[in-house]
């Protein structure tokens, strides 16, 4: 069965510093990958998504993503933070078939002025 | 472009009742699926469905139901509440056939149990 690891439950980084959220994941083949952010109180909204191709992906508010096969990782960067950056952060995998992702517990982001 | 909707956004109810939220997927979308997401935790899958039948399901008791009407909007019904119901009910809708591993979710419905 898939599964979703985020080491970190919580990431407190100050405003204009660089962000790296880590997630690691199990599953036998390549998955779909995703983050998702959730401010407080309000559903997921998807940042971006890997399906194959390039292994660096651009999503939307300034962030990235590195696929790493060899780590089993997706980890999610960001190279200057803002206040407004400040949520829960969810990593996702989507494994052939199913289209069901599996998501981690989160990593609360807290971001310092 | 109307994304996903949820109503209501916030509910109480006592142990033993019983509880309906509704969803209304993104314009476009075919495939409605529901998760329950309990404090710090992350989104956990109850079930999806698709051409108003129940296509998949997670590991949750029979006391969860649902239904998909025609216009493809859902209904996630749950009976005789328990305390540990409570939790933020999200829906996500999706387009089977085209990119449908890929979910948007709507804003939630936040149920609390007493």
């Known amino acids: 069965a898939q599964s979703v690891t985020q080491p970190d439950i919580h990431i407190t980084v100050s405003e204009g510093a660089s962000l790296e959220l880590r997630c690691n994941y199990s599953y036998g083949a390549t998955p779909y990958l995703f983050w998702y952010v959730q401010s407080p109180g309000q559903g997921l909204q998807l940042l971006l998504k890997?399906?194959?191709?390039?292994?660096l992906v651009q999503g939307i508010k300034g962030f990235e993503a590195e696929f790493k096969r060899s780590q089993s990782s997706f980890n999610l960067r960001k190279p200057s933070v803002h206040w407004s950056d400040a949520a829960e952060y969810f990593c996702?995998?989507?494994?052939?078939?199913?289209?069901?992702?599996?998501f981690g517990r989160g990593t609360s982001l807290i971001v310092h002025p | 472009d109307a994304g996903v909707t949820q109503s209501p956004t916030h509910l109480i109810k006592t142990r033993g009742q019983q509880v309906t939220l509704r969803c209304s997927p993104k314009s476009g979308h075919d495939t409605v699926s529901w998760y329950q997401q309990a404090l710090g935790q992350g989104p956990q899958f109850i079930f999806q469905y698709y051409e108003e039948e129940e296509r998949q399901r997670g590991n949750f008791p029979d006391r969860f139901s649902g239904h998909q009407f025609p216009n493809y909007s859902s209904e996630l019904n749950v009976n005789a509440l328990l305390l540990g119901d409570s939790a933020l009910y999200l829906c996500?809708?999706?387009?089977?056939?085209?990119?449908?591993?890929?979910?948007?979710f709507g804003p939630g419905t936040r149920l609390l149990v007493l």
């Open positions: 890997y399906f194959s191709g390039d292994t």
């Open positions: 996702a995998v989507v494994s052939g078939g199913s289209y069901i992702p599996t």
């Open positions: 996500a809708s999706s387009l089977a056939g085209q990119g449908e591993e890929t979910q948007y």
